[in-house]
């Protein structure tokens, strides 16, 4: 499997993104994919989750702010980012583990830098 994220840059304090990931090398189906960041100098944290059905977690930190979303025909996972912080700035990186059930994520991407100014 591998996933390429983008969609990262730099904007203002209340902007927004739209990160994208791209799965490829094996059949989506079934795959729930993550989110997570790591701002500078702290550890990688989780940001969201999507079952291959459609059902979505999320970290307090974000609910509300953010949006998960796949589309399966496409092979494509988006975070949708709005009301952007400082303290957002982080690379964000897209996962994907199977089965649903299993804690830690089997696959990751190399990350895309989202850097929000205040």
């Known amino acids: 499997v591998q996933l390429q994220a983008s969609g990262g840059g730099l904007v203002q304090a209340g902007g927004s993104l739209r990160l994208s990931c791209e799965f490829s090398?094996?059949?989506?189906?079934?795959?729930?994919m993550g989110w997570f960041r790591q701002p500078p100098g702290k550890e990688r944290e989780f940001v969201a989750s999507?079952?291959?059905?459609?059902?979505?977690t999320y970290a307090d930190s974000v609910k509300g702010r953010f949006a998960i979303s796949r589309d399966n025909a496409k092979n494509m996972v988006y975070l949708q980012i709005n009301s952007l912080k400082p303290e957002d700035t982080a690379v964000y990186f897209c996962?994907?583990?199977?089965?649903?059930?299993?804690?830690?994520?089997?696959?990751w991407g190399q990350g895309t830098l989202v850097t929000v100014s205040s």
């Open positions: 999507i079952t291959w059905r459609g059902s979505t």
């Open positions: 090398g094996r059949t989506f189906t079934g795959y729930t």
């Open positions: 996962a994907a583990k199977i089965p649903s059930y299993r804690q830690e994520y089997n696959y």
